[in-house]
């Protein structure tokens, strides 16, 4: 069992990590429905497009001309680009998510995967944990991220973790990411087990996250060597779980892990019993009275 001593500092840090900024968030609505959240700045740039949004003391809206996901789409394309232009967004990726009331729904609009967090839409992503069984003690790959990655450069993540776009399913995710990050082939990245789900909300410089993450365990031979084959991971490492705890729980140096992959492996060390459910981890479970804002996570 890891010590306590180690579990007091990831609750430290994720507790810092995901603390709400206490900004005022004005929602992003479609038929009644929040699909986005901005604070006051964005949402009065947002003003200027005013062919395009209607900005209310209360919300968000589109112009009435705009009422189907084709129109929407288009006129958030142009938004996007502007955006862009202004530096106000990360890297162009030209790659869309889907934007739906649930993962699967028929979408509101598609949105820019740059221009996600400005709107403080839901995404969705896959993770993967890949993990060695070994005599005695099981271990876990970290990825090192590209410094060129425009999220989180140079920092560890999961050995396997990428958002799902457009018309993508979660297990065709899986399978894409397993091959560009770690040259796992579809075969064995077909063996990865759905674990859960993990959810973030955080605010962070270009925006709003609220992500969706499907969490999936990936048992690895133990003569299998990751290899990033797209430029994205530059390294990989192999831990034992209390390593892992660790590293999870630092903050600063060069091996600190993403909040997003921080949460997805504290998942995995508490099902497999290396950590015992404690009630500082449980309260972080709550999102604070009030706010948009919680992060969840499988606790059986």
């Known amino acids: 069992m890891i010590e306590a001593a180690i579990v007091t500092a990831i609750c430290a840090r994720l507790t810092s990590?995901?603390?709400?900024?206490?900004?005022?968030?004005?929602p992003l609505r479609v038929d009644d429905h929040a699909a986005g959240w901005l604070n006051a700045h964005r949402a009065a740039r947002l003003a200027a497009f005013a062919d395009i949004f209607r900005i209310d003391?209360?919300?968000?809206?589109?112009?009435?001309?705009?009422?189907?996901?084709?129109?929407?789409?288009?006129?958030?394309?142009?938004?996007?680009?502007?955006?862009?232009?202004?530096?106000?967004?990360?890297?162009?990726?030209?790659?869309?998510?889907?934007?739906?009331?649930?993962?699967?729904?028929?979408?509101?609009?598609?949105?820019?995967?740059?221009?996600?967090?400005?709107?403080?839409?839901?995404?969705?992503?896959?993770?993967?944990?890949?993990?060695?069984?070994?005599?005695?003690?099981?271990?876990?790959?970290?990825?090192?991220?590209?410094?060129?990655?425009?999220?989180d450069p140079g920092m560890l993540d999961n050995l396997v973790g990428g958002g799902i776009a457009a018309g993508h399913t979660i297990a065709e995710t899986v399978i894409k990411e397993s091959w560009e990050e770690a040259g796992i082939d579809a075969a064995l990245a077909g063996r990865a087990r759905h674990a859960g789900t993990v959810d973030v909300r955080r605010m962070q410089p270009d925006g709003l996250q609220r992500e969706t993450i499907f969490v999936h365990d990936l048992a690895l031979p133990r003569d299998f060597t990751p290899g990033g084959q797209d430029g994205e991971v530059v390294g990989h490492r192999l831990v034992d779980l209390e390593t892992a705890a660790r590293l999870i729980a630092n903050d600063s140096g060069p091996d600190v892990v993403t909040v997003d992959a921080s949460l997805v492996v504290l998942d995995c060390l508490l099902r497999r019993g290396a950590i015992a459910a404690d009630p500082r981890l449980r309260a972080l479970a709550a999102p604070p009275a009030g706010a948009p804002w919680s992060i969840v996570y499988n606790l059986e």
């Open 57 to 151: 003391d209360d919300a968000i809206r589109f112009v009435p001309s705009l009422s189907n996901a084709q129109a929407r789409t288009e006129a958030l394309d142009g938004v996007a680009r502007v955006l862009a232009a202004e530096g106000a967004l990360t890297a162009w990726r030209d790659e869309r998510y889907a934007i739906a009331p649930r993962f699967g729904a028929p979408p509101w609009f598609l949105l820019e995967r740059a221009a996600a967090r400005y709107f403080g839409v839901r995404t969705y992503a896959a993770h993967v944990n890949g993990l060695v069984d070994g005599e005695g003690a099981a271990s876990m790959w970290f990825a090192r991220r590209s410094a060129a990655k425009p999220i």
């Open 17 to 26: 990590a995901l603390a709400p900024s206490g900004e005022p968030l004005r």
